[in-house]
């Protein structure tokens, strides 16, 4: 079974400052696809980063990088020079398996630029 | 760029009718998707689809269903809608090749039954 968890309902950081987004994934499969998304309070969910599980490297995406630990099965998202736009929901997912058709979905983080 | 849009984007409806959620792509996707997500919640999958002619249910059981006539086009539809079905409903699609098969979603329709 997979599953995704994200043990920070809520987060505030400081405009300009850096934050880390946790998540932690579990999966027996050795091909899997680690993802993070944005919700504004729009609704809409924004595709920002995704990490192969065999990538060597971290992924990085503009101001967006994540920090892929395979042995503690974690995928944190940092954002840097954090803005005030940044404030959102954002959810971890995965994908296991090279035929799997769905994400399964972490509880999300409700992250809070202060000025 | 992403380009899938849902209609409508809220919908205030009461017990018992029947309603049908818009999801349409530009991008030629062979795969589609329906998520369901209550407020504050992950979301779950309840619908997807592989190409034309083709729907599975997903991980998460709904009373609604799908149709996919044309590659563009996934709509769901609930014969009977009741105040549990209030949620916000998300379409997303997937290019079949692409390694990261990356999802890319719509804005949603956020329903609610009265």
């Known amino acids: 079974a997979q599953k995704i968890t994200q043990t920070q309902p809520g987060m505030f950081v400081q405009e300009k400052e850096a934050v880390t987004l946790d998540c932690t994934y579990d999966?027996?499969?050795?091909?899997?696809?680690l993802f993070w998304y944005k919700q504004p309070s729009s609704g809409e969910m924004i595709f920002l980063i995704y990490q192969g599980s065999y990538d060597q490297q971290n992924a990085t995406e503009g101001r967006y990088s994540l920090n892929f630990q395979k042995a503690r099965k974690s995928a944190n998202l940092v954002i840097s020079a954090s803005q005030l736009g940044d404030s959102a929901m954002y959810f971890c997912?995965?994908?296991?398996?090279?035929?799997?058709?769905?994400?399964?979905f972490g509880t999300g983080t409700r992250l809070t630029v202060i000025p | 760029e992403a380009d899938i849009y849902q209609t409508p984007r809220y919908l205030v409806i009461g017990t018992g009718k029947k309603i049908t959620l818009e999801c349409s792509q530009t991008?030629?996707?062979?795969?589609m998707y329906w998520y369901q997500q209550d407020p504050g919640m992950e979301l779950h999958l309840i619908h997807y689809s592989y190409g034309v002619n083709s729907t599975e249910k997903g991980d998460l059981s709904s009373e609604s269903t799908v149709s996919r006539i044309r590659t563009e086009h996934f709509p769901l539809t609930l014969e009977s809608a009741r105040p549990s079905h209030t949620s916000q409903y998300l379409c997303a699609s997937s290019e079949y090749k692409r390694e990261s098969k990356t999802q890319y979603f719509g804005p949603g329709t956020r329903l609610l039954v009265l």
């Open positions: 999966t027996s499969d050795p091909s899997y696809g």
């Open positions: 991008m030629g996707h062979d795969k």
């Open positions: 997912a995965m994908r296991a398996g090279s035929g799997a058709n769905n994400l399964f």
